[in-house]
Structures are given as C-alpha cells and as structure tokens.
C-alpha cells in the first residue's frame, strides 16, 4: 500500500511539473555511472600513489597523497596516518586536514583512539559511532565530536603480519562503510605499506632506523615551514601545507627539502607559496 502511494506521489510530481518521468534504464545508468566514477578516482589514487614510489621517495609526501586520495575516493572527511617509530610508539605522519592533525596528536599523547587500538591489535575498526566508545576512549572521543565527526574507520598498514601504522578515516555523519569501501580502503593502505616496507628491506637495520628517525625530524621542519607559510601569506595551515606541496611538485623537489629551506631562509615564505621557482633560487638536494 505504501509503495502504491509512493508510486502515485512520482506520478503527480512530474504530472505537476510537467517533467518527464526517468525510466528505469536511466536510473540504472546514472547509478552505474556513479560506481564507475567512484572506480576512476580509486584508480587514479593508485597511479598517483605509485608515480610517488620512486627510489629516493619522501615517506611524508607519499602519506600525504594517500591521505588526499582517501577523502576523495572514499567520501570521508578527514584521513591521517601513523606510522611507528623504531622504539615502537606511534607517531604522526600525514594528514588531509589541520583538524584530523590535532586529533592525531591527542591518540598519542592520551595513548588511546582508534589509531592506538588499530595498530596495537594490527584489527580493523570499522564502522565505530564514536558516541558509542565514550567508555573506551573517553579523553578522544569528547574531542573528536568536538571537532564535527561523528564516526571512524581505521585500518592498519600490514604485511605478513608485521604492522608498521594505520590509516585513520573519520566522517561527519554516521555513515557506514560497506564492504566494497573497507577494500577500497585497505588497498590504498597495501600500496604505500608495500612500498615502505619493500624501501626499508633493502637498507640495514641501522640505515632503517635513521631513516625512520629523519622522517619524524622532517615532519617538525614541515610543520614549521607551514606556519611561516601561514603567517606570511596570511592563510590557514592548510592551505599554507597545499602551497608547499605545489611549490616542491611544480619545482621537482623533495617536500622535506623545500620546507627545511623555508625554515633556514634559503626560500622566502612568500615565494613558497608561489608556482614555481625564481631562476635565482634554487634548493640543494640533501
């Protein structure tokens, strides 16, 4: 009876309006075109992510693109990643947003979130309404609706049973993912945990932990440089981030080394945030 009114109601609706009424071929296509599009932007996140994966990569750079990717291929708000330093405690790493970079920090310094529990039980946490895990993670949680989200999604970065990260994804709505999405997800996470882990195999242990360590190091630097970014164009931290990451693509330059020269003087803040690079100007390779 209900589905009789309805039917009625779409009738009357385009009656009314004088519109005519889809058929339900279109309808069809319009929804196949939808999943195509969504299968197109996932495929160009690979591609892009993999363009990223050259010898000497930036691990910042990388995460970063995976963050960005993930927000616009899996229709979430925020994405940060974290990876674990040498010692074995987590640390920060990229972010989509000043905001999910804010909350980042919290799960470390409260050493609770779904981040922590992700990584420490190498589980997915999917499809958590953070208003149901107060109990659980009552320092994040507060904060995190504080911030406008209502749900979250982590995964972690694994292979072969070793979890070097996880991936965070937080929505403003209380919207699930299905399953569909949680592959989706946890293959963008597979790309950029191969490609660390296949760069760290082929270095030893020592040169390993170094390289961790200057990540960390350079995500202080890249933090710095944004704010001199910020203050002196007069824009957010995220838009000041944005600049920085056009500069070093449209200039082929490493992120780190760009935001270092930032910081040292070597690049004016102002001209950070331009396109491309004076003739004058140039960045040394470190």
């Not at 989509?96 to 919290?106: G, H, I, K, T």
């Not at 911030?147 to 972690?156: D, I, M, N, R, Y």
């Not at 965070?168 to 592959?183: A, I, K, Q, T, Y």
Request: hydrophobic share 45%; aromatic share 4%.
């Amino acid at each position: 009876m209900i589905a009789c009114h309805a039917e009625q109601s779409r009738d009357d609706y385009h009656q009314l309006t004088g519109t005519p009424r889809p058929r339900k071929a279109d309808i069809v296509s319009d929804l196949i075109g939808v999943q195509l599009s969504r299968e197109s932007l996932f495929i160009t996140s690979l591609v892009e992510l993999a363009d990223n994966l050259v010898d000497d990569f930036d691990v910042i750079d990388v995460l970063t693109v995976l963050s960005n990717r993930c927000v616009e291929a899996l229709g979430v708000d925020s994405v940060g990643v974290m990876l674990a330093a040498p010692g074995g405690e987590l640390q920060f790493i990229a972010s989509s947003s000043e905001s999910m970079r804010v909350l980042e920090l919290l799960q470390i310094q409260a050493n609770e979130g779904p981040c922590v529990d992700c990584y420490r039980d190498g589980l997915a946490i999917v499809n958590y309404s953070l208003a149901d895990q107060v109990a659980r993670w009552p320092v994040f949680v507060p904060k995190a609706l504080a911030q406008g989200f209502q749900s979250v999604h982590c995964l972690p970065m694994k292979l072969r049973g070793k979890t070097i990260g996880a991936l965070n994804l937080f929505r403003s709505d209380e919207g699930m993912f299905d399953p569909e999405d949680v592959f989706a997800a946890q293959g963008l996470a597979d790309v950029a945990t191969i490609a660390i882990l296949q760069h760290q195999s082929a270095v030893s242990a020592q040169i390993l932990n170094d390289q961790l360590t200057n990540a960390l190091n350079s995500r202080v630097i890249i933090e710095q440089a944004k704010g001199m970014i910020s203050q002196s164009l007069s824009c957010d931290v995220d838009e000041a981030f944005a600049k920085l990451r056009t500069y070093s693509r449209n200039n082929n330059l490493r992120l780190t080394d760009v935001a270092r020269s930032v910081v040292t003087g070597e690049i004016a803040p102002v001209l950070a945030g331009t396109m491309e690079q004076p003739g004058t100007q140039s960045v040394p390779h470190r």
